[in-house]
């Protein structure tokens, strides 16, 4: 087995396309077939059959934009403006209410919206052939072939599917998602164009855990069936979780 790395934008080997029609990544969500440009593509391999891949996103940089120039609105490479890889998260945090007069101490659970992880590389389409054995250990060799190449470059971070019910549905999204899209039914969307749609509908004010429901609170950094492989493979090459979650259905964000 060795893991390849492939940086040239465009459509993938049509075995590899494939193979990772019929996979889902970390998130629950279908794999990219091709690549884009500025993105990099690590896989698994064993004689030509591919076993695991993962995809690293470079971060957005801060360029200011300059007059009478257009702004890149693409996947672009690494020193571009790019409005797509604007990425949004949950930043879980507290707010302590405080008063001596009325002996008050009221710590809040608080989630507050922002850009945190802009300057930092995504790792993403974290995914292992079905039906591979040691699926762990063949996607903790792609984590750590990307942690190596990135070694100095700055912090890695992974988006991990949220806690799913027993229905397969997402307590988040119905506790708060579903109240500012309810056209959406009972589950969010997918993929990383819908997340940015959707945040634009969240309140850029920090929203208070409290006010929700109980399962939609306990969910807050919870992960779904689609991460377990993923969460062994990342604890063990070294990544943990942070003070983020997803918009959609408060997965966390494990990071290095």
């Known amino acids: 087995m ?30 990219a077939t091709s690549l884009p440009a500025g993105h990099r593509l690590f896989v698994l391999t064993q004689e030509d059959r591919l076993l695991a891949c993962a995809r690293l996103i470079p971060p957005m940089s801060v360029v200011p934009v300059t007059a009478g120039l257009p702004m890149d609105t693409g996947d672009g490479p690494a020193g571009s403006m790019s409005g797509d890889a604007l990425r949004f998260h949950f930043h879980v945090g507290k707010l302590v209410h405080l008063s001596e007069e009325l002996r008050l101490f009221s710590p809040q659970q608080i989630l507050l919206l922002g850009n945190d992880l802009c300057d930092a590389a995504e790792i993403t389409d974290l995914a292992v052939d079905p039906q591979a054995s040691e699926g762990e250990l063949k996607l903790r060799q792609v984590l750590t072939a990307i942690v190596k190449s990135h070694d100095g470059q700055g912090r890695l971070f992974v988006d991990l599917q949220g806690h799913r019910d027993a229905q397969g549905l997402s307590p988040f999204w119905r506790g708060l998602g579903a109240r500012f899209l309810p056209e959406q039914g009972d589950a969010p969307g997918s993929g990383p164009q819908w997340r940015r749609g959707f945040a634009e509908l969240l309140p850029a004010l920090p929203l208070y855990a409290s006010l929700m429901d109980d399962a939609s ?36 964000t494990w990071q290095l």
Not at 6 to 18: F, K, Q, S, Y
Not at 220 to 229: D, K, N, Q, S, V
Not at 234 to 251: E, M, N, S, T, W
């Open 2 to 31: 060795k893991v390849e790395r492939v940086d040239v934008p465009g459509l993938l080997p049509t075995a590899w396309r494939e193979a990772m029609a019929t996979w889902v990544n970390q998130l629950g969500e279908p794999l």
């Open 217 to 252: 609170r306990a969910s807050i950094g919870g992960f779904g069936p689609a991460a377990r492989l993923a969460r062994e493979a990342l604890q063990a090459a070294g990544f943990r979780p942070g003070a983020h979650v997803k918009i959609d259905d408060a997965g966390p």
